[in-house]
């Protein structure tokens, strides 16, 4: 049997604490608990967990100062918690370095998936190298020829097109924000450009979606960026 | 265990606290008969006592030129700073009365309460200074002589033949609450002077054999003693009057005090005060205006202002009457107001005067009927004023110079009549010139034309002619009655001319008051109410006017556009606030401030003060009249109601307002505490039920129970997140943030998060592939999207279509979503946007109805608008618009690939 992963949750709430420890451990992690910014940045340092659960919204310390401390010295993934309304949060967060978000309420299949692409990436970060072929639902893409296929049938993508769905796919599953597309992309100049992604991302459902109106693949995040499904 | 308690001392000091700021201070005065008696020692042992039983006592201010028995009292005790005045050369101290009353004591002890303060002070008399002391709830103790009481002044001016200015109101010894007489025998006393330990002013030096003088002595230590025992009886009188006995004049007595611009005049008002205070009756000071009080001078006119005001001080009412007889209307207005008894002055001119112009005091006494007549011996103490005199623009030449011309124009019509005429009816001629002139010009100019008149009659037709020589005698009576003629006209015509003048005068301001009284009747705004009073009181008194209303912390704040002529310097301000304070007229000729340049009239309506009015006169520093202050008293109660009305009107609003935002707040909690509990119960009851049969319940069962949960989270997410959106919407806290957005994938957004939701219903997009991109919030569009398609999907049967369609029609963005369920009804399609409106065609399904209101809120933030119809095939659509603003700018992907490969 393999070590279960270990998960700190930093959250104020005891309830919430207390659904997350119910839900998780069913599921095999390890949980650590704390209330308080203070002690979460202490225990993200002297537990050696595996993923930091964090609640934008502490008592103690602004969430993004914890996110900011964290990564001072790690890179282990780190998913934040925020209510809705709150999506300007959620980008600086991101953008300052958590992994992924989850808006208040939220179901545990969505944590769960979050949590296993976190994971995922932490552990590709950590040597494992890329698939030459990706695939997901109707989309396969051939990393080594440069190739697209939707259905078996080969799509022509513009270079940009190609680009971001490129990006996309290096973070398959989880969240990327509109700067960070926008920045790998086209570049470190055009970061506040957005309507290009609406354009581009429009143009790419429209060639990979089945209904580009009800997308299953490339899904928005309002507010905050775009996510490719990777299960 | 703590005791929380306070301690006694502790509730007692915070008792006393409060008490001082809500009640009025006391004052106890140490009264003596002549300076040297040993008030202020009396007074300084009496502050020690005091203060050594822990009384927070301050020395305000005492003589510096004390003995130094008395000035070893004051060794110990706390002592305020003096104050610096700069007065032309000099540096004059006085006592701070700012700084005490910042410093609060609770007692403070103030010499010389008959002092005058030097000008620039906030009041003119430091016994206005002691006023505000005790206003402002601390106790004082000061010191008073005899001869500085204003009733018993010019007595005591007859008895040692020294004239004292400082005068203090009686008013202010009356209401005392404790006056300590600190008595010495004449001879103690004026071995004391001998020793030399009495302080003299140096004004009072020249005086001083007059003044010490045993007789006088004598006489002033009667007064004093009786004045206090005066004060002592009606101490006694009162408290008989609040025990039990009703309210009365016990005499049923009134006086009446005939006043006028003589310097005897504030005589006869202290003596009318005495005989008043001795009666206990209320007394009147009556004035009649008569043409001769036309000419007065201005030192006269000042002087009549005086005494009223003296009267005023002492207590009686004034009142200043018109007319050409004064005898007939002060006997008119006495039997109209039940006076018994009228105090005139003994006349003072001449017996040959009396013989021409009649006898004032005669006249009275032979028509007064039953009201008894007083006379009362005048002195030739001539008492100057005190207020400066203000130079008057001289009187015009012209009316002279038309008064020759007449006179000239009546001589060239008698040259030509001269021929067909006797002389004597020339005379005619003339005397239709003095008509004229003294019907436009008054008395001074036709008594002129009048002699010119004979004079010129004698010239030029009386032989012989070319000189003033009379050949005929009998023309010297021709002469003499041409004058008395002349003269007697003039009078008349002067008269009817006055009458009609003041009458219009009168009738003026009169009207005016009535007019503005009518217009304030009606306005409904402050900023009217304002200007209307502003218009009417310049015009009637030729000022310029300025109203002030309290602002926040209730200082005064100049209402409206102040330009920059009339601009109010800090200190205007502080004498506005001071009148507003104390409910009293203040500045320009009044006891406090004097030295501003306006009149501060105090806007007083019926349960409290509601501003300030500031009159300034146009003519520089010039005072108002008695009666002219009375006007302005009633334009400012009428200013002051229409003030208080709007007051109440706005206030009666602003709790109208409240009480439907409370309505609005009740249905609202009623609305969502409905909504809310609905889910909640479901919830509680589900999951109560797993946990107490565990191991009983079904797989099937358990099943369901769990998906409710979970459906009805959902469902209570969602109304909090729409009354979120409510709250932000209403509080207009809900800032968009505006970006490009594709409606599409707005779209993809909310279906996938209906997608539970709407898997029952086939949802048909139809979306143009050239939709330009939209400026909009994406968070809250989607969410008017969400709020649309969740709608239809609850009101539409299931398996029926949900459409969504979208164009753009004149530079619109038109969005709809139709479904094909029971459509609205009739009339509904406005209301249903409404808050709490639920359609009574949903048959009770939940929610609180405050989708569509968020939907509307949102659409409109971005300009565009929102309606509902039913749509042909039946059902419901509900269409949305959102302006189209021009693309945003775009590099075209060619150039961006080849920008990366360089």
Known sequence: ?231 | MKDTRPNPDELLARVQAEEAVQTRGKLKIFFGAAPGVGKTYAMLEAARKVAKDGVDVVIGYVERHVRPETYELTLGLDVMPMKSIPYRDAILREFDLEGTLERRPALVVVDELAHTNAPGSTHAKRWQDVEQLLQSGIDVYTTLNVQHLESLNDIVAKITKVQVRETVPDSIFDSAHEVELVDLPPDDLIERLQEGKVYLEDQAARAVQHFFQKGNLYALRELALRRTAERVNAQLESYRREKSITVSWPTGEKLLVCVGPSPLSSRLVRSTRRMAAGLRCPWVAVYVETPAMLKLPDAGRERLHQNLRLAEQLGASTVTLSGNEPVDEIIHYAQENNVTKIIVGKPQQPRWREFFRGSFVYELTRKCGDVDVYVIRGEGEETTSSLPTYPRSLTSAWPYLWAVLVVAMCTGLSWLLDQRLAAVNLVMVYLLGVVIISTWFGRGPSILTSVLGVAAFDFFFVPPRWTFAVEDTQYLFTFAVMLITGLVISTLTTRVKYQIDSSRKREQRTSALYALSRELAVVKALNDVVQSTIQHISSVFHARVVVYLPGPDQRMVPFGIVTESSSTSDRDESVAQWAFEHREMAGLGTGTLPGADALYVPLTASSRNVGVMEVRPEKERYPFDPEQIHLLEAFAGQTAAAVERINLVRNAEHTKVEVETERLRNSLLSAVSHDLRTPLAVIAGASSTLLEGEATIPHQTRHELLQTIVDESDCLNRLVGNLLDTTRLEAGALKLNSEWQSLEELLGVVLNRLHLLLSKHPVKVDLPADLPLVRADGILLQQVLFNLLENAAKYSPVEKVIEIRAAVRDNQLLVSVTDHGIGLAAGEEKRIFEKFHRSEQTGGRPGAGLGLTVCRGIIELHGGEIWAENASGGGARFSFTLPVAPSPEMRLDDELSSERKE
């Open chain 1, 1 to 231: 049997m393999p070590i279960p992963a270990k998960i700190l949750v930093i959250e104020d709430e005891q309830p919430i604490r207390r659904f997350l420890r119910a839900s998780l451990e069913g599921h095999g992690f390890a949980i650590i608990e704390v209330a308080n910014a203070v002690d979460g940045i202490r225990d993200a340092a002297t537990t050696q967990a595996d993923l930091v659960i964090l609640d934008l919204g502490l008592p103690d310390i602004d969430g993004l100062e914890v996110i900011k401390r964290i990564r001072e010295w790690s890179s282990k993934p780190i998913i934040v918690l925020s209510a809705r309304g709150e999506e300007s949060d959620k980008v600086k967060a991101l953008d300052t370095g958590a992994d992924d978000y989850l808006t208040k309420p939220f179901g545990v299949s969505e944590l769960l998936a979050r949590i296993r692409v976190a994971l995922r990436h932490a552990s590709r970060r950590d040597g494992n190298t890329e698939q030459p072929i990706f695939q997901v639902q109707h989309l396969k893409i051939d990393h080594a020829r440069r190739l697209v296929f939707v259905n078996e049938v080969e799509v022509h993508l513009s270079p940009i097109e190609y680009r971001l769905l490129m990006t996309l796919v290096k973070y398959a599953g989880k969240v990327v924000t509109h700067k960070q597309l926008l920045k790998e992309v086209w570049g470190p100049h055009d970061t506040q450009e957005t309507h290009y992604l609406r354009v581009y991302m429009g143009h790419l459902r429209h060639k990979i979606e089945k209904e580009p109106a009800r997308p299953t693949i490339l899904l928005t995040e309002p507010g905050v960026g775009y996510r490719l499904v990777d299960e």
